[in-house]
């Protein structure tokens, strides 16, 4: 196991990858690494300045000394390195909000309950944006077709069997009235009750 | 609606598996394939459109026209529906009923994913897209507006959570290293893709210098970059 802080961060990411779950918002790392990225700024601008002739005094040599070029080198590329680090896994956190808002078709308020605790304050702010502008966008497509229906799979027939699992009550489908109490299975349209399968009142039974 | 029903056949009934058998020296006329007579119905062409979508590395120009067909094509037969329904229909057209709305469901199935595919990717380039105005010009109007308002608030994320706590001359989000790596993800149109000639095309030059000939039916595993002037001019396909 690495003691490297910035290791932990691309670890939890392959993770939460392999593992499609959103892990929470791992602020002590990022906090250290930003703190870590300043300490080496500072070393290196202190070293490039000491490296550097006083300014009324012409250059004699163009380049500084080769052991101020390696330090600086060396610096630069650790911070540019831990940037990196840090923004691949803010870029994998949003590319997974997204895909978790898309599966929960587009609904944040059903969404929000669940991943509250594992986001950080802009994650919260961004999902929120994000509904909204895929929202004016679905806007577009509305009168004839929701695409914020899942695309998983291709639909195989009209008909599914569905047992609920929460009481649902009475839902006025395009076929009348139906009844779901908790326990019950029923042959319905899948369009008719694709809201509840998302939200978790009915799962369907094969 | 009897000539969309007749029209949109088994094509896309098995639209999972979309790789092509392997069969690298393809012989005349072995296998009957529509190369010389194509559909032209627009659900035909929405599975040809959603087939290079999703085969394509690159982003494709968006089908609007298409789209637009399709749209009233759903939004008439919708309307048809309920008409039929309320006069109190027979048995029989109950079931007929039951088979339009089933092929509603699949053509609707089909235009969702071919808009959830390119948004997928518009929203993985987006910084690439915005800078490019010759892909922009792909893109519907909808999709340009969705992507500036995506790019906003991603970068905005980017800069309260690291960019915007980091010394002043590291906050660049499209800096490009020296090496010629950028910051901002491009599509990678050197990725393989597989292609089935339409017509013969004459030799393509491949990125060795050799050169291959593409003929007529012919499948070949190719780099995109190689076959993508061919793609847009539509002479080979995407599958």
Same mark, same amino acid.
């Given at each position: 196991m690495s003691t490297d802080p910035s290791q932990a961060l691309l670890l939890e990411c392959r993770r939460s990858t392999q593992t499609d779950t959103l892990f929470p918002y791992?602020?002590?790392?990022?906090?250290?690494?930003?703190?870590?990225?300043?300490?080496?700024?500072?070393?290196?601008?202190?070293?490039?300045?000491?490296?550097?002739?006083?300014?009324?005094?012409?250059?004699?040599?163009?380049?500084?000394?080769?052991?101020?070029?390696?330090?600086?080198?060396?610096?630069?590329?650790?911070?540019r390195r831990l940037k990196r680090v840090l923004l691949v896994y803010h870029a994998h956190r949003l590319h997974m909000?997204?895909?978790?808002?898309?599966?929960?078709?587009?609904?944040?308020?059903?969404?929000?309950?669940?991943?509250?605790?594992?986001?950080?304050?802009?994650?919260?702010?961004?999902?929120r944006s994000y509904a909204q502008i895929t929202m004016n966008y679905r806007a577009e497509f509305i009168d004839v077709l929701d695409i914020a229906a899942s695309v998983d799979e291709p639909p195989k027939g009209m008909w599914v069997n569905v047992r609920v699992v929460k009481e649902v009550g009475e839902v006025i489908t395009e076929g009348g009235v139906v009844d779901f109490r908790k326990g019950g299975r029923y042959l319905v349209r899948r369009g008719d009750v694709e809201m509840l399968l998302v939200q978790g009142y009915l799962e369907v039974v094969d | 609606m009897a000539d969309w029903n007749a029209?949109?056949?088994?094509?896309?009934?098995?639209?999972?598996?979309?790789?092509?058998?392997?069969?690298?020296?393809?012989?005349?006329?072995?296998?009957?394939?529509?190369?010389?007579?194509?559909?032209?119905?627009?659900i035909s062409q929405l599975v040809k459109a959603w087939t290079i979508e999703r085969c394509s590395p690159d982003i494709m120009a968006f089908e609007g026209e298409l789209v637009g067909k399709i749209m009233g094509y759903l939004d008439a037969q919708a309307k048809l529906i309920g008409v039929l329904k309320v006069d109190g229909a027979s048995e029989e057209d109950h079931e007929k009923i039951g088979l339009v709305q089933m092929e509603m469901d699949r053509v609707g199935w089909l235009l969702r994913s071919y808009i959830a595919t390119r948004q997928e990717k518009?929203?993985?380039?987006?910084?690439?897209?915005?800078?490019?105005?010759?892909?922009?010009?792909? =893109?519907?109007?909808?999709? %340009?507006? *969705?992507? @500036?308002?995506?790019?906003?608030?991603?970068?905005?994320?980017?800069?309260? $959570?690291?960019?915007?706590? =980091?010394?002043?001359?590291? %906050?660049? *989000?499209? @800096?490009?290293?020296?090496?010629?790596?950028?910051?901002?993800?491009?599509? $990678?149109l050197d990725k393989a893709v597989f292609i089935r000639a339409k017509q013969d095309c004459g030799p393509v030059l491949m990125p060795d210098g050799s050169s291959l000939e593409i003929?007529?039916?012919?499948?070949?595993?190719?780099?995109?970059?190689?076959?993508?002037?061919?793609?847009?001019?539509g002479e080979v396909e995407l599958a």
């Open positions: 791992n602020a002590a790392v990022v906090t250290t690494l930003v703190r870590q990225i300043h300490t080496i700024h500072a070393h290196l601008v202190q070293s490039l300045r000491s490296a550097a002739p006083p300014s009324d005094e012409v250059m004699p040599t163009p380049t500084p000394p080769p052991a101020i070029m390696f330090t600086s080198t060396h610096h630069h590329l650790q911070i909000l997204r895909a978790m808002l898309h599966r929960a078709h587009l609904s944040v308020t059903h969404l929000l309950p669940t991943i509250r605790p594992l986001l950080s304050p802009s994650e919260l702010t961004f999902i | 029209a949109s056949g088994p094509s896309w009934s098995n639209g999972q598996s979309h790789l092509p058998s392997p069969s690298p020296e393809p012989t005349e006329d072995t296998f009957p394939d529509d190369l010389d007579n194509e559909r032209t119905d627009p518009l929203m993985r380039y987006t910084s690439y897209i915005n800078s490019t105005p010759a892909i922009q010009t792909r =893109l519907s109007v909808a999709e %340009q507006t *969705l992507i @500036e308002s995506y790019q906003q608030i991603f970068e905005e994320s980017l800069i309260r $959570d690291v960019v915007g706590n =980091l010394p002043e001359e590291l %906050q660049a *989000l499209d @800096e490009v290293l020296p090496d010629g790596r950028s910051m901002v993800s491009q599509p $990678d003929k007529k039916r012919g499948i070949h595993l190719i780099s995109y970059r190689v076959v993508e002037q061919l793609v847009l001019r």
